[in-house]
């Protein structure tokens, strides 16, 4: 298999001209190691396409988590369910399959602060950009003002907005401040939009008995918008110590 360095150059100008820059990038590379292992020709060409794929996902799911928003360092592997029995480890890795996100369905994650919610949040919402989707992820004051900024828009307008177009709508920290009429009924409309349209991730340290005083007392609307998240829903109650409290407690030698 040993050719000559201009036979080598042309190939990774054939390559890069095609697009395969992850393959052109480790010709040489790849090529010494087929050359010393004696590898078949049809097997080098499967190698170097398959470090084509490769490349190329790796830079799909970069690019996806920098537009997604969701924060760094947090995932299911350094997710501490020991510390969290109450959690069932299998419905966790359940959705990180992603099939609630293709089915356009919703995931409430309930429970006080620093149990875990948004650790969990993300890391879904990671899972499931790994295996295609489109994440943003938003707490809910930060989706209040976009939709606020955008609640003269026509639909023809508003559905191009990515808290509308998105596979997955992670919403973090829902129920720290209760809504005023406008901004329930805002986020009935968003709410009524993704509806069969686009899953919908939430955290919350509301269980739903409590979000019709968390949307503006409106008995109707919080059913209304019950009515649209909880049709085909995972709902998970979380319930344990806080996280933060126990690196608090560590950190000055407080045992529990």
Do not use: C
């Not at 419905?91 to 992603?98: E, K």
């Not at 950190?251 to 529990?256: A, M, N, V």
């Amino acid at each position: 298999m040993s050719k000559s360095r201009p036979d080598i150059d042309r190939t990774r100008d054939h390559l890069n001209a095609l697009g395969f820059l992850h393959a052109a990038a480790g010709l040489d590379t790849m090529l010494a190691a087929a050359v010393k292992e004696t590898v078949a020709p049809h097997a080098f060409l499967d190698q170097l396409l398959a470090a084509e794929i490769v490349g190329r996902e790796e830079r799909r799911v970069k690019s996806m988590l920098r537009l997604s928003g969701l924060p760094t360092g947090q995932t299911l592997a350094n997710f501490d369910f020991a510390f969290q029995p109450a959690i069932e480890r299998s419905r966790i890795d359940t959705l990180a399959a992603s099939a609630w996100v293709r089915a356009r369905e919703t995931v409430l994650l309930q429970g006080p602060p620093g149990v875990g919610k948004t650790h969990l949040a993300i890391a879904l919402g990671i899972k499931a950009i790994e295996q295609g989707f489109s994440v943003q992820f938003l707490r809910f004051d930060e989706l209040l003002i976009q939709l606020r900024r955008d609640g003269h828009l026509p639909p023809s307008r508003l559905r191009r907005k990515k808290y509308l177009s998105t596979a997955l709508l992670i919403i973090d920290e829902l129920g720290f401040e209760t809504m005023d009429r406008q901004d329930a009924s805002l986020f009935f409309r968003l709410v009524t939009y993704r509806y069969g349209r686009g899953a919908i991730l939430i955290t919350t340290n509301k269980s739903v008995r409590d979000w019709t005083e968390l949307l503006a007392g409106d008995e109707a609307l919080a059913t209304a918008i019950l009515d649209r998240l909880l049709h085909h829903a995972t709902v998970i109650n979380i319930k344990g110590r806080s996280y933060r409290l126990r690196d608090l407690e560590e950190s000055l030698g407080i045992k529990p």
